[in-house]
């Protein structure tokens, strides 16, 4: 169900679930580059330092598509894209024009929001404050309130703020820590990126018999075991053989293995941990299951085609639908400050759309 042949996954084909990235040929490559450099009169002493920017490129406009992918994908946001980059403005150091800019629709209202997109590995973003000073003027101009997109790798979740209604003043700029932006995090009431816990004990088991003889090795021994009974089940060790997918990813995004072994028997068991999830997290759990091992998703070839993995809606229907038996909350965050710009209704959202 999952899984794609070899074959198949290298079509290019309307129904490719991750399609995969081109073969990087490192020489073909470098001569490119080495071309581009001569033919600009770029000075690439220094490879060490232009391979550490380069990455930094890569890794920052691939942070704005996953975040506009999430945005859209999470069904308030109706539009997002790149701002252009070969803008032509008066004052360049009085301004700083953000990465983004998206509209969202609830009840009728709408907003346009522009985002400046941003990822670390510590749980604290430091802005500097001529850098802010300079995207507010640029916000000003159009007149939309600016938010700040910001994954901590070591949550990898991603948050949406306003920089302006908090932050911690230090070294010629602002300190936001990953405790004060959850308190004031808009991705819930503004993109529509729900909560939910899973019930505890819900989760994926699977029953072995052996099937063939045992084999000595150091640790003990080895042997073929065929699986006899494979199903889901709820917090109540109820059965079930046939789980809407939207409720497979769910049920997945936040288990811990065990595995059990009696002479003939075996039991390898996925089990629900009950903490917090977000539907940005149930989405990458899908994806993450049609990558090969550790690779990263590349969210450009399948941004376009999230919902054919999974709908958010169809998350949120079948999570209401097992409430009380695979999922015990449901529920949208609000902000510990709400922003002025937001619509009344928008401020008085309780649930998800």
């Not at 700040?148 to 820590?177: E, H, K, N, Q, S």
């Not at 075996?266 to 550790?294: E, H, M, P």
Request: aromatic share 10%.
């Amino acid at each position: 169900m999952l899984d794609m042949s070899d074959n198949e996954s290298k079509q290019e084909h309307p129904n490719a679930r991750v399609r995969p990235a081109r073969p990087f040929h490192t020489i073909n490559a470098a001569h490119i580059i080495t071309r581009t450099a001569e033919a600009l009169d770029w000075d690439l002493d220094n490879v060490e330092n232009f391979i550490k920017t380069a990455e930094h490129v890569e890794f920052g406009l691939s942070a704005e598509l996953e975040l506009s992918a999430i945005l859209r994908w999470l069904g308030p946001c109706r539009m997002v894209h790149r701002l252009a980059e070969d803008a032509f403005v008066a004052d360049t150091a009085a301004q700083q024009i953000p990465d983004l800019v998206a509209t969202f629709e609830s009840n009728g209202e709408h907003i346009v929001t522009l985002i400046e997109v941003k990822t670390t590995a510590d749980p604290v973003l430091h802005l500097k404050a001529n850098y802010l000073d300079r995207l507010r003027r640029y916000a000003e101009i159009l007149g939309h309130p600016l938010l700040v997109g910001w994954r901590c790798r070591a949550i990898d979740m991603w948050l949406l703020f306003d920089p302006f209604a908090i932050g911690l003043p230090r070294a010629g700029g602002f300190d936001y820590t990953l405790e004060d932006v959850m308190k004031v995090d808009l991705m819930s009431l503004i993109a529509g990126d729900f909560y939910l816990v899973p019930t505890t004990g819900t989760g994926l088991r699977f029953e072995m018999e052996r099937t063939g003889d045992k084999i000595a090795t150091k640790e003990g021994y080895q042997a073929e075991f065929t699986v006899r009974r494979a199903y889901f089940h709820d917090g109540e060790g109820r059965a079930e053989t046939e789980l809407p997918q939207a409720m497979i990813w769910t049920v997945l995004s936040g288990v811990r293995a065990n595995s059990n072994v009696e002479d003939g028997q075996a039991v390898q068991s996925f089990t629900s941990t009950g903490g917090l999830r977000r539907a940005q997290n149930i989405l990458k759990t899908a994806l993450q299951f049609q990558t090969k091992g550790d690779q990263r998703i590349r969210w450009k070839g399948v941004a376009d085609d999230l919902d054919s993995i999974v709908r958010c809606t169809d998350i949120l229907t079948e999570s209401r639908a097992r409430f009380g038996t695979y999922v015990q909350y449901i529920f949208l965050q609000k902000p510990r400050v709400t922003p002025t710009f937001l619509p009344p209704k928008w401020r008085s959202k309780n649930e998800p759309d």
